[in-house]
């Protein structure tokens, strides 16, 4: 099961037994991440980070990991390479930066295009989100936080009834999520969205075909009720047909006094962010932030986790990783952020 | 009197034990800065280094300080965060990134916003300028320059003489060290400006009611003759009111020729930087260069000492500092410029 | 023959008996480059990487080579700095950043840009290209690719034949590569171009001073036919005078059957890359990618074995390299490419 030196290019790649051991090792990187620890395990090693389109959040996550870990970031900001303006193809600039660095995190505004950087290279390629098509660290994180809130480890969700709330139809982060709890057994999916915005036939054809319950539903209120997780997303106003008004954004959001009225005790919130704050189209209200189970800022949190994994286990160095050890000395907060109810080392 | 874990956001957080408590923890950096030693004192530690406008300059030189200390930068160098743009809010930009780096540089063109940072997270945040408002750690370099050239500890400064010459009414770094300087003794402040841009009233008030001497001046070759400190700034050719000529800028610039005339011996030239140098605006001469009291370039140079030492402070690590150092084995010159007239280990 | 402290400006700064001295540093590179071993013989130096233009290739591979070394890099991606555009000289720019950093490496769009920021610091200059001016460790790892192909070493290169082709007129490689070739003795120079792209007057004349043989031809098979090396440069369109049609481009090109028809065997095929792989333009066609003596991508690869070699040099630390040393442990491809005839460590 050693995922040294392959690509990670979608949740496809991964069965409950790698996601399993994924996890495992995330959760070895708490005491790294959370500013415990430090190790050099990647010292000296170079992570090249490629991003042809803007996400400052993402670059950021994958360069603090691969420095968590001791290495080296450089990366690249602009919207393409100039060579590439000059018609340089992706499989020479792929074996280029191959000559340059040890492992390259690729994000692309079109589908596809990771893939044919990792076609051409043997460096290790992480895809960092490819347009419309994958970005898996996301899915990875978005189960591994909800396991962890639930109190779970994969394969064991069975009976969860996770309520996916927003564009279900253009939302990549709910495909490749749905697509890695499809791994589970009997899950209850509960989708809220304006009719134009439902979850795709054949993904909930997939859900079915694995034994899931699935049910389409444009009523929030009753939508969440019966949720575990509540797992929103954004509607962009540019997705809806015209002629739909802005009233449609207003009926998929969730703010503190929904919540209280129905949810169940317990409910754990998540959201792909960026969540939009302005007053009007807020999909997840800022009344929500010191809720216990308010979760969004877990999941970032846990992306350096996630991505730390990645690394070490494509790199192949788990075994190293606690040999160059050592405390953290510097000042550290008990919590991150000033409305966080737990602690950063749960 | 420990700024460990604390915000730097303005200067008004400084009285007199503060800052020469922090002057003499940058004069441990000396070595450091000016590479004698290398230290791994923050060796895995992240500074977030968040520019939302550009300033080159500034960017360059926190992150430089950071990596003096051994530890490692992320940084964004984009208008904003393309989640921003999506109505992402500063509180939640804040957070997510709190959960990657240590510590937090953050530059950006709207007053306040900065503080905005700081108020949603618990890592330490620094101020790099927010636009019209504050740039605390510009100040502090420039008090640290002022001390240095005229040999005296912060606290003691009574009886010098500055003469404050250029933009006074919108010059974010005057207004900043002024307030500084206010924390001062009975010192002399001879304001040089055109009348549109001379010093606000409730700043002259501020220092008058300290027990300062304030004088209004316009003319420059008067204004500069009596001052042991001339700190020189830009005059923006659109700050002035329309109808005013081009020849308000020649009348508040200093050339050799006019110090040479008006200047008592040892009058220190500052400047915030960058000077204008084409010939028509240029504020500060190039003639001056190789003058020995010519300290526009000490000034830059602090500026990595106090940035260091800040960082040191609010990361707490002042007393590990010299544990993992080590002596530098790789070339340096012994004067960074080709005109200094100083070596850099002073 | 010490290169401690000097800048890097142009490719005329070197004779045989440097080449050859830097060649064999870069030969010791090889085991850092190809993550065989780490070296930490620059950690806690800084290096200053200003693109002034962007060339993503060239601040990649200069930061990926300084992180090798062990040290950190701060960099400039932007046009300009923004404190240029306020009217600051080269000269006050470059004594700043000096204050910064131990070493710096510029990129400049204007010819003699590097060679004023070199003229204002004492801290060590690489020029990474100015405009149509020089970019001399473009041409330093071309003529190190071109002996290691060859199984040469400097200054034995007489006898081979070399057919340079494409736009000789404007090429700045093909001028700074045929400045340090002639160096050699007794060469051949088959100048392939349009009549209107070939090379100027004034280098031919150089090099049959120097003693070399130089014929100007405009037919690419015959050109090719007798030749040892080919290096390949990319046609621009807009360079061709109006009214010359786009088979101009066609006419200079090479694919696996021309290649096969009319080269010798063992002919190698060189470029400085980006190489235009649009089906119209295309110089060098990408069915010869795995021709085992087509070296572009060992080009990039060795870009980065002399730019470590230049920055050990030019810190004086080449002595101090193998201490610091120890093995690497991460996942590494036994080849970067998935064409690669050969094994990284060759």
């Known amino acids: 099961m050693s995922l040294a030196g392959t690509h990670i290019l979608t949740v496809e790649q991964f069965d409950l037994a790698k ?21 050099r395990v990647l010292e000296g090693a170079i992570l ?35 060579s590439m303006a000059k018609g340089e193809s992706i499989y020479d600039t792929s074996r280029v930066v191959s000559g340059y660095v040890d492992i390259l995190v690729v994000r692309h505004p079109e589908e596809g295009a990771v893939g044919e950087f990792a076609a051409a290279t043997n460096i290790p390629v992480i895809n960092g989100g490819d347009g419309p098509g994958e970005h ?56 809220v969205a ?23 539903i444009d009523d929030i209120a009753e939508g969440i009720r019966a949720a ?31 919540y209280d009225k129905v949810c169940r005790p317990g409910t754990v919130l998540m959201h792909p962010l ?15 932030n010191r809720y216990p189970k308010f979760a969004i800022f877990r999941q970032t949190d846990n992306g350096i986790l996630i991505r730390m994994a990645l690394f070490v286990l494509v790199l192949d ?19 991150f952020g000033v409305d966080d109810t737990r602690p950063m080392l749960r």
């Open 19 to 39: 996601v399993e051991h994924l996890f495992k090792v995330a959760d070895r990187m708490l005491p790294y991440a959370r500013r415990e620890r430090v190790t």
């Open 48 to 82: 090249g980070n490629l991003f042809f389109e803007p996400s400052t959040r993402s670059r950021l996550s994958f360069g603090a990991a691969f420095n968590r870990l001791g290495g080296h970031v450089r990366e690249t900001t602009g919207f393409a390479f100039s």
């Open 136 to 191: 898996p660290t996301q899915a990875l994180l978005d189960l591994y936080t909800l396991c962890q809130e639930r109190g779970l480890r994969p394969g064991t969700l069975g009976g969860v009834n996770i309520a996916v709330v927003g564009d279900l139809r253009y939302g990549r982060t709910v495909h490749s999520l749905t697509k890695l709890l499809a791994l589970e057994d009997s899950m209850r999916f509960i989708c």
């Open 194 to 216: 304006p009719s134009d915005l439902q979850l795709p036939d054949d993904l909930m054809q997939h859900l079915r075909e694995r034994g899931h319950q699935v049910e389409r």
């Open 228 to 258: 575990d997780v509540v797992y929103m997303t954004r509607i962009q106003q540019e997705r809806l047909p015209s002629g739909v008004v802005d009233g449609q954004q207003d009926r998929f959001r969730i703010d503190a006094s929904l």
């Open 274 to 288: 960026p969540r939009d704050s302005r007053s009007g189209p807020s999909e997840l209200t800022t009344d929500l």
């Open 317 to 335: 160095v788990v075994d190293q990783l606690d040999i160059t050890a050592r405390e953290v000395t510097w000042y550290r907060p008990e919590r």
